[in-house]
């Protein structure tokens, strides 16, 4: 990976470049700026950041504390179902034959590692290469989506998944991803749409089908439609409600599980319900696929043209 950051990676001050990756640090050659490692990784994050100062990086112990409650999220029933991931991720994956070695950003990625590398049926040119700006997150480098540390037309995929809801300009993220893809590039994202806030100060946005649509309009439309529906977003709801009442933190974890078990499986409706018009209107989130092709923007009248919800309603 080391290789692949030094031909690919610019610096996040001045956004020159070559990087020299060491092994304690990382130096720009052409600002001198130096940059920590946090766990062993890379933080490519401006010094002038505000949000993400790189002190919160080096001032870190040996284990994210979010990583520690991994084990226990793991026996938690999820509040979602997720009716596009598997059809999508496979169609993102087709799209990429051309290209060998595809290097793919998962850009606000969490701990989605270990979902993507055990896909039995990945093909073997794709190489995945995780970012976030999460200490906890596990990832092959820190950096902000706002200022992805890449130079242009480097990457040949971009997943952003649970991203563009935290971060404050998403316009600005949907630009960079546009930059770091070649001209045939994939990107796939899922927003929330009917959710209520789940990542605290850092949950800024929400998104229907048609301005998640109008959000990545640079991009020729491969699909889009419903990652959960309006069950999921009653599951949600419920849960947030119940939480309404209680004193404590510990009392909210406990009610929110207790919602789960009693009435997470009204989220399976979304299976019956994925075909409704009403469905769209109350979409809990939602996904979009597209290729980077030059010059292409979709027009807002089309956008609007194609809603493909229940509520038609003509302002002119």
Known sequence: MTEFFERACRCPDC?????????????????????????????????????????????????????RFVGIRKVIPSPSVNLAWKRSFEAFVKLLDGFNPAYVLVVGSGRQRDRLENVSSLPRNIRFVYADVDVGATVDL????????????????????????????PELVVAEMYRLLVNGGVVYSEVPFMQQVHEGAYDFT??????????????????SGL???????????????????MPSATLNAGVKLGVRLALGWIKYLDYILQGSPGASDSASSTYFLGRKEQGFRTPDKSIIDRYPGSKHIRHV
């Not at 092994?23 to 010094?47: I, S, Y």
């Not at 998944?161 to 404050?168: F, G, I, K, Q, R």
């Not at 229907?208 to 491969?222: D, K, V």
């Open 15 to 67: 956004r020159g470049f070559p990087l020299v990756f060491g092994a304690n640090e990382v130096c720009c050659q052409q600002c001198g700026a130096v940059f920590p490692l946090a766990f062993g990784k890379p933080v490519l994050v401006r010094h002038d950041n505000e949000i993400f100062p790189l002190t919160s990086y080096s001032d870190v112990g040996s284990v994210p504390a979010k990583l």
């Open 227 to 245: 990652v959960a529906g309006p069950a999921t977003a009653l599951v949600w709801s419920l849960e947030n409600f119940a939480s309404c009442f």
């Open 206 to 223: 929400r998104y229907t089908l048609s301005g998640h649509r109008r959000l990545f309009n640079q991009f020729r439309e491969i699909s």
């Open 142 to 169: 820190f950096c902000d989506a706002h200022e992805l540390p890449f130079k242009e037309q480097v990457f040949h995929g971009v997943i952003a998944t649970a991203l563009l809801e935290h971060v404050l300009y």
